[in-house]
């Protein structure tokens, strides 16, 4: 058991007891009290109410203690809702007791009923009301009760000690989410800055690479007009069938860049000197067409002829000749890495052919019939996986050099 010890602000205490026992005994009588006081009864139930104002005050205090210092539960509950249970533990248990006491006082002495209008019009809330406030006073000021409770004071201090750790943690959180919104903020912004950066960059390497392309092809193109004017060369009467490491270019070797392939393919002239005895190389041809059972070759120099059923299989196989669909093959020496849309939104892609070699077949074909010749769809990922950098270097070179006899 805890013992009880009075608080320093006794003397007031006391005297408001006083005043309260004579406030709610006199009540409505207020203006003539002498008539009240006249009664012998009067003196002795203002005496009685002062020993019992101080047992309610001592319960008051006991249900403050039980309900704040004691139960860890009610600390947790919000004010809304532990405001309303300490006046009815307090305030309304009190009042439900003192009019019980009034009832069996009353009620056995006379004839008079408490639960009268005329008592709750006017000697009611001369009770009612110092009590309420005395309860809403101690709820905010626990430190002020007349009785304290073991350990009380300390767990007072703790707890405004605690209440001021509390609120300190509350700032530093907010200074803290302040401070994390800014570098959110300003993360935002790097990453914005970053994003620029890449794409400029991005923007940078593809016009580059553009250009890069461009050039070779212009290179391409002016050599091959160049190559047009030499109409006095000698012709070769014999051809390598394939070329050695060595005399290929580096690029090639190093980079596989069939460009450059390409290009080194065209400075040995191979289509403008035939091979004796209808031999042609697997180079010379850019497009084979099937129509129903046959196959015909379109060659580098726009020229169209039928191809011997017995050199069908050999070429097919070539790893440099890709299916595009089911009436086309392209030989992909002769095609640029990126293909185009045939309309906006369609999965059908048309193969882009070198500029020079796609100006040799317009002039002798049909334009629109070589466009539909090179579009694909299904077989797209055949023409795709051709340039994967693990494709290219297993490609050999001198599959291009491969013959087959044309009719």
């Known amino acids: 058991m805890r013992i009880l010890k009075p608080s320093s602000n006794t003397i007031y205490y006391v005297l408001g007891i006083i005043i309260f026992a004579f406030l709610i005994n006199l009540g409505s009588a207020l203006p003539e009290p002498m008539y009240r006081l006249k009664k012998p009864v009067m003196v002795l139930t203002i005496l009685f109410t002062i020993p019992l104002t101080f047992l309610y005050l001592y319960y008051i205090s006991w249900v403050q203690y039980r309900l704040f210092t004691f139960s860890k539960g009610t600390k947790k509950r919000p004010l809304w809702s532990t405001l309303p249970l300490f006046l009815f533990m307090t305030a309304g248990l009190v009042w439900v007791f003192h009019m019980l006491l009034l009832y069996t006082v009353v009620v056995g002495r006379s004839t008079a009923s408490l639960f009268s209008k005329a008592y709750f019009a006017a000697d009611f809330w001369f009770f009612i009301i110092p009590v309420l406030l005395y309860c809403l006073y101690l709820f905010f000021k626990p430190e002020r ?60 390497d593809q016009a580059a690479q553009q250009l890069r392309i461009e050039n070779k092809e212009l290179s391409f193109e002016v050599e091959q007009l160049r190559e047009k004017t030499e109409k006095l060369e000698d012709q070769v009467t014999e051809m390598p069938l394939h070329s050695e490491r060595d005399e290929l270019p580096l690029l090639w070797l190093e980079e596989r860049s069939v460009d450059v392939l390409l290009q080194y393919i065209c400075e040995q002239k191979f289509w403008m000197n035939p091979v004796q005895d ?20 379109i060659y580098a120099n726009g020229k169209k ?28 020496l002769y095609c640029k890495k990126n293909m185009l849309s045939v309309i906006k ?21 049909d334009t629109k019939h070589i466009d539909e010749l090179l579009e694909t769809e299904r077989l797209r990922s055949n023409f795709e996986k051709f340039w994967e950098y693990d494709r290219l270097l297993k490609m050999d070179a001198s599959r291009l050099y491969d013959t087959f006899r044309s009719n």
Do not use: C
């Not at 939104?345 to 074909?365: A, C, H, P, W, Y």
């Open 145 to 204: 009760t007349l009785f304290s409770f073991g350990k009380l004071e300390e767990l007072q201090k703790e707890n405004h000690s605690l209440q001021s750790v509390n609120h300190n943690l509350i700032d530093l959180k907010e200074q803290l989410i302040t401070e994390n919104t800014d570098l959110l903020v300003r993360k935002q912004a790097v990453k914005s800055q970053y994003y620029k950066l890449i794409a400029n960059i991005h923007e940078h």
């Open 278 to 297: 209808h031999t042609r190389f697997v180079l010379e041809l850019v497009i084979i067409e099937r129509v129903e059972i046959v196959y015909f070759g």
């Open 305 to 332: 002829w039928l191809l011997p059923n017995d050199a069908v299989e050999a070429l097919l196989n070539n790893p440099w000749i890709v299916k595009l669909n089911n009436k086309a093959f392209v030989n992909m």
């Open 345 to 365: 939104g369609s999965k059908i892609k048309r193969v882009e052919l070198i500029s020079f070699f796609r100006t040799q077949l317009d002039e002798n074909l």
